[in-house]
């Protein structure tokens, strides 16, 4: 069949609205018509050519929801007509990553990922509650699920705990409903953009830091802003970089508590670049952990959290700030780059 991408041509390149072939589904692969798709930081990080798994051209996208038209052989978790959200990190529940039940990085078609289009076998869709908006539960398709569960599924934020987030993105904000979900007490936001503060604060963030107006290195700032009562050694007991910044990583490990500190790196960092910490920040107690997805396993995680959008748990609506025609998604990427969105999302 035929139909339209946004095809990114080029590293760097603007995408192009391009006629492409779309074969129907095979074997245990789900036909699906999207009906809304955010545009991900993650997008640009593939289009500047940064990505070492990205491919040219690519089709572009992993943040989208829409309806199942055809099925293939075999597939029994999903039908025509059903809502779903597709997952860049499937669950299969049947390989050792799954069965292990320590991570979700599932590894069942992990030899066709990375290939420049996104996975096609039903156990990469999240079956979703009818009623959602598409245009809002896109964004759950990455943004709002790596934020909210890297706090409650990878670092386990604890009722009364406080955090750092550095970067007050699309991911920062919503680690930071996250944290508000958790019961923590201080939540300090940390972004060069002094736009981010009431973004932050409508979310649940408590203090706001930009690195650029305080005096010195903002590490010493952000542990002395944590002391508190007979605690006087300071340092956050979570922290969480959402930048992609290996500096900010850095910074990050730094800022959390001596003993039990621990600090999660969500942020993408380019091809090739490395961190690296003196061994003595982790001698005395730190943990340095990452996150892919936030821990979220998709097809168990994925509709439990659209179905605490629908309760009025969480929020979104104030998060998708443009909503644009297919035409118009690289003005999606202008507004990303200047700063004037929190997510875009393309309507079809």
Not at 200 to 221: L, R
Request: with cysteine; aromatic share 6%.
């Amino acid at each position: 069949m035929k139909t339209r991408a946004a095809v990114a041509v080029a590293a760097g390149k603007p995408l192009e609205i391009l006629e492409v072939d779309l074969d129907g589904p095979r074997e245990g692969e789900v036909l699906v018509e999207i009906k809304a798709t955010g545009i991900c930081h993650t997008d640009e990080f593939t289009l500047s050519g940064a990505d070492p798994e990205g491919l040219f051209p690519a089709i572009l996208g992993h943040e989208g929801a829409g309806v199942v038209v055809d099925v293939g052989k075999g597939v029994t978790s999903v039908k025509k007509g059903d809502h779903v959200i597709p997952l860049y990190t499937p669950e299969c529940r049947q390989c050792p990553s799954c069965l292990s039940r320590k991570t979700n990085l599932c590894t069942a078609i992990r030899a066709t990922q990375g290939q420049g289009l996104m996975p096609d076998p039903e156990i990469a869709l999240a079956k979703v509650n009818p009623d959602a908006p598409f245009d809002k539960i896109c964004y759950i398709g990455c943004g709002v699920t790596t934020g909210i569960r890297a706090v409650i599924n990878t670092a386990k934020v604890e009722q009364g705990a406080n955090a750092v987030v550095f970067g007050l993105g699309g991911i920062g904000l919503n680690v930071i409903q996250g944290l508000k979900l958790a019961g923590a007490d201080m939540i300090i936001g940390v972004d060069q953009n002094n736009d981010k503060k009431p973004w932050g604060e409508k979310f649940g963030m408590t203090h706001f830091v930009n690195p650029k107006e305080i005096d010195g290195d903002v590490v010493p700032h952000l542990v002395n802003m944590t002391k508190r009562g007979a605690d006087q050694i300071g340092g956050a007991d979570y922290t969480f970089d959402c930048t992609g910044s290996t500096k900010v990583m850095c910074q990050a490990l730094e800022a959390s508590h001596r003993g039990w500190g621990k600090s999660v790196v969500i942020g993408v960092a380019g091809a090739g670049q490395e961190i690296s910490t003196r061994p003595f920040q982790l001698v005395t107690g730190r943990t340095w952990m990452g996150t892919a997805f936030g821990g979220a396993r998709g097809r168990t995680d994925v509709p439990k959290i659209v179905d605490w959008y629908m309760d009025g748990k969480i929020q979104i609506d104030p998060m998708i700030t443009h909503t644009l025609k297919l035409e118009d998604i690289n003005k999606g990427f202008d507004l990303m780059h200047e700063g004037k969105s929190i997510r875009s999302v393309v309507v079809y």
